[in-house]
């Protein structure tokens, strides 16, 4: 992962674990996996992975698809940051507000 090993990159043995169950639960482990992952946090990285390579094993063998699917590592986390609306400071808040 970015020119580190897995161990290096997600020092935490559980984000490890998150980012290699795509390949056990797929039962896919003679494959050797170069990755680049941008922006989240750790843990949000390790699930990106997972989901990655996740579609990749799905390009090598379609049949996969059931158990990966079932497993829910092909599903993309939607949560995005919410956009600036107009009269607003940020997304929700908006400027003080005084009676008098």
Do not use: C
């Not at 896919?28 to 989901?51: D, N, T, W």
């Amino acid at each position: 992962m970015n020119g580190k090993t897995l161990e290096a990159y997600f020092p935490i043995k559980e984000l490890q674990a998150i980012a290699g169950e795509s390949m056990t639960h797929s039962k896919a482990e003679k494959f050797r996996v170069s990755a680049k992952i941008v922006g989240g946090g750790i843990a949000a990285q390790s699930e990106a992975l997972r989901h990655g390579i996740a579609r990749a094993l799905l390009v090598y063998d379609v049949q996969l698809r059931g158990t990966l699917k079932k497993a829910g590592f092909l599903k993309r986390d939607a949560r995005a940051k919410e956009r600036r609306k107009f009269g607003l400071k940020k997304a929700r808040k908006s400027p003080q507000w005084a009676k008098r």
